[in-house]
């Protein structure tokens, strides 16, 4: 359902490996057109791939020898692997060795640093990497690699003592210059997201468990960044591909990848943390059908859904057998005005269509499940007012407005509404009916992704759209005039350039505050939802986060005890 707009990377050049990880590891992965062979011997990052990139091949007369040990190796090693994935009895039921989750959006490549997308976040971000802070399930800055960490006065400076005794998964030491390099590599190379590093001056590593990083200027939003992509820490001596495999410091490896098809994780044993995984093997299946998810949850191919529409987990809410539960989220459904369209420029056209649209009704549509949501900022993001009730519905004043703006029914406002057919049509005449109550004539056009980038994104030739915006702390959108809304409103920006040069949370919750309710009164958009992810799962598995889980998926805890 969510859909990040953000170009893809532009530069395909950019997309090659690292020098760092362009090694001697041979590119080995399913294609997805294919018969999906498995694929775990070559693409893994067990401990025999970490041993086999680091110690060079070599041959003597003892071949014979050498064949027979191997055989009785790797006889040794099924049987210890066959051993390992066994379920374990309990006296509650039996705790499978082996859960599989089904998800929806498959990255194309495993490439973190050149691949963008929020599905390489989801799966590889705390399970597989780990970076210098992490995020939790109500979308707070936590320790990872970082233990904890200081801000001077003036926002410039901030010292992250790091935990001691950490180690990739090849055995490799992590220590402060891992963390030094993987950042400064970031910004060198312009990989994925190091835009939000643009105001970083210099990081430090003072001695083996002390970072300290510092700005050019304030930028209170520095922490949560580096949750993501930008504080992803590498082991700069490993070789390997990263668009098919991976090494990292965190709970997992990542076994096998199965491009379109599914990625397997297995516990890292020489995992250094506390939080190690609980279940030795997870798979990741991708399912683009839903029906054929819903198929798979019921015939206990996998154990978890994540998403799954509220409709469609009806058929699960009224069984025993499962549990159905909604998430908090931050996407959010913005049916955007064009704030220069020969009508939408008019704000009391865009009022109008506000008061018009009854909200509670297309949740209800949707099964119930998303949150009311009148204005740009989500609950789970800093700054966040209830703005529901500043244009409530009321379609005797959508009338009004109209009328003062020069259209009656001898001269109807006509509006054209172009969005992407990933959200489906049923939004769009859902919305074509409630405006027409009020003598609005919407012209509905559903098109490919690739003509609404074309002609809203980029052109910004259009009267109303929506997009489902999921990213977080993603205000900035508002704040710029030459974003495809075209809102330009001065005060709106100075207040958040004051948001991000704050140097207390408190400052830049209340100017974010400030701006998110100017915004909403001008009306340039109106935030239909606050989508709320619904998972669906077998009874008997616990620990799956529901909050987040697009972007955000720990799986440490995950366990599934069959009764």
């Known amino acids: 359902m969510s859909q990040n707009i953000e170009p893809e990377n532009s530069n395909p050049d950019s997309a090659e490996p690292s020098d760092n990880t362009s090694g001697n590891a041979e590119v080995d992965y399913t294609e997805p057109t294919s018969a999906a062979s498995d694929i775990t011997a070559s693409g893994s990052t067990d401990e025999t791939l970490n041993a086999a990139s680091k110690i060079p091949k070599r041959r003597n007369s003892w071949l014979w020898v050498l064949i027979a040990v191997i055989v009785v190796i790797a006889v040794s090693a099924g049987a210890w692997v066959f051993s390992s994935l066994r379920s374990t009895p309990t006296a509650t039921g039996t705790v499978a060795k082996s859960v599989t989750v089904g998800l929806k959006l498959a990255p194309t490549n495993l490439d973190i640093r050149n691949e963008s997308g929020s599905a390489l976040d989801q799966v590889l971000i705390g399970n597989v990497y780990q970076g210098l802070v992490a995020r939790s399930s ?229 099964g119930g499940s998303d949150a009311a949501l009148g204005g740009p900022i989500p609950s789970l993001d800093p700054g966040y007012e209830d703005l529901t009730d500043l244009y409530p519905y009321n379609p005797t004043k959508a009338k009004s407005l109209l009328a003062e703006a020069g259209y009656t029914t001898a001269n109807p406002l006509k509006l054209r509404f172009e969005y992407a057919n990933i959200y489906g049509t049923e939004i769009g005449d859902q919305l074509k009916s409630q405006l027409k109550a009020v003598g609005i004539d919407l012209q509905v056009n559903v098109v490919e992704f690739s003509a609404w980038l074309q002609d809203v994104y980029t052109n910004k030739d259009y009267d109303l759209s929506l997009v489902d915006h999921n990213e977080s702390h993603d205000f900035y959108q508002w704040a710029d005039p030459d974003y495809y809304y075209n809102y330009d409103n001065p005060t709106v920006q100075d207040l958040y350039a004051k948001a991000v040069a704050a140097t207390s949370d408190t400052e830049e919750e209340s100017y974010l505050r400030q701006a998110a309710r100017l915004v909403s009164e001008d009306a340039p958009a109106d935030w239909l939802f606050n989508y709320r992810v619904t998972t669906a799962y077998a009874k008997g598995v616990s620990g799956f986060p529901v909050n987040l889980n697009q972007s955000l998926l720990p799986l440490s805890n995950l366990v599934y005890v069959r009764s």
């Open 138 to 366: 109500e979308n707070k800055v936590v320790p990872a690699i970082a233990s904890s960490w200081s801000k001077s006065d003036d926002g410039l400076t901030y010292t992250f003592k790091l935990n001691t005794d950490m180690n990739f998964s090849n055995g490799d030491v992590l220590d402060a210059k891992d963390v030094v390099w993987s950042i400064q590599e970031l910004v060198d190379k312009q990989y994925t997201d190091a835009d939000v590093l643009s105001t970083m001056k210099s990081i430090t590593a003072t001695d083996d468990n002390t970072v300290v990083i510092t700005l050019n200027k304030p930028y209170s939003a520095l922490l949560w960044a580096l949750t993501g992509r930008a504080g992803l820490v590498f082991d700069k001596d490993a070789s390997y591909d990263a668009k098919t495999q991976a090494i990292g410091s965190g709970s997992f490896l990542l076994s096998s990848f199965r491009q379109g098809d599914s990625i397997t994780l297995t516990a890292n044993a020489k995992y250094w943390g506390s939080a190690k995984a609980k279940t030795q093997e997870i798979i990741i299946r991708y399912f683009a059908d839903d029906n054929a998810a819903v198929n798979a949850l019921k015939s206990g191919d996998v154990q978890v859904l994540a998403p799954i529409t509220e409709n469609l987990a009806s058929t699960f809410s009224n069984n025993d057998d499962y549990v159905v539960k909604a998430g908090d989220d931050t996407d959010k459904f913005v049916l955007a005005f064009n704030s220069t369209g020969a009508s939408t420029s008019d704000k009391r056209v865009r009022q109008a269509i506000r008061y018009a649209i009854n909200n509670e009704e297309l949740i209800a549509a949707r």
